[in-house]
T-cell receptor
Framework: NAGVMQNPRHLVRRRGQEARLRCSPM?????VYWYRQLPEEGLKFMVY????????ESGMPKERFSAEFPKEGPSILRIQQVVRGDSAAYFC????????????FGPGTRLTVT | GENVEQHPSTLSVQEGDSAVIKCTYS??????FPWYKQELGKRPQLIID?????GEKKDQRIAVTLNKTAKHFSLHITETQPEDSAVYFC??????????FGPGTRLSVLP
């Protein structure tokens, strides 16, 4: 799981700014999940992506949040016009997709909105 | 949709004793059940998993059991050590999609 990379590890934004979180999956993995974790709480599913395709975005707020996983480059979770309630740890996890069910987590991005 | 419950929310055991964490799920189509350990400030790490065609799986001091009829699965840690102290999450998935996590159990192993 050390192969899943996320950056930045810590991100501070003022209310109203944009946050862009990046996730590079493990080599050979073509599927990515994004989760949000509030302090002392569990992992909440946000979005599930395959390269160039959003498979399930039912856990992601329809306003201000978007995600992509282009053919080349990392998956990006974008939060526009951040509010204090967006402060959380955002984890991505990758899995091979076809046949494999094991997902491996990145180190997370801790977003703080001031 | 799937709903995963997890109990207890906190658990304290003496070093050397066993710890058991239980989860229930609602969607009978779920067929993959991983367990994750998360230490403070760290990423969740997969520690063991079980698929619906198996009733029990063991890896050293860690074992997981699955009862498909009752829709519940449990994590068993034997001979607990202080480094087992962490938050443990169960999850249910349908073939690697639609992961739903339980709320977590904070395990404290007392020396």
């Amino acid at each position: 799981n050390a192969g899943v990379m996320q950056n930045p590890r810590h991100l501070v934004r003022r209310r109203g700014q944009e946050a862009r979180l990046r996730c590079s999956p493990m080599k050979g993995h073509s599927h990515v999940y994004w989760y949000r974790q509030l302090p002392e709480e569990g992992l909440k599913f946000m979005v599930y992506l395959q390269k160039e395709n959003i498979i399930d975005e039912s856990g992601m707020p329809k306003e201000r949040f978007s995600a992509e996983f282009p053919k080349e480059g990392p998956s990006i979770l974008r939060i526009q016009q951040v509010v204090r309630g967006d402060s959380a740890a955002y984890f991505c996890a990758s899995l091979a997709g076809t046949g494999g069910a094991e997902q491996y987590f990145g180190p997370g991005t801790r977003l703080t909105v001031t | 949709g799937e709903n995963v419950e997890q109990h207890p929310s906190t658990l304290s055991v003496q070093e050397g004793d066993s710890a058991v964490i239980k989860c229930t799920y609602s969607d009978s189509a779920s067929n993959y059940f991983p367990w994750y350990k998360q230490e403070l400030g760290k990423r969740p790490q997969l520690i063991i998993d079980i698929r619906s065609n198996v009733g029990e799986k063991k890896d050293q001091r860690i074992a997981v059991t699955l009862n498909k009829t009752a829709k519940h699965f449990s994590l068993h840690i034997t001979e607990t050590q202080p480094e087992d102290s962490a938050v443990y999450f169960c999850a249910a998935s349908i073939s690697g999609q639609n992961f739903v996590f339980g709320p977590g159990t904070r395990l404290s192993v007392l020396p």
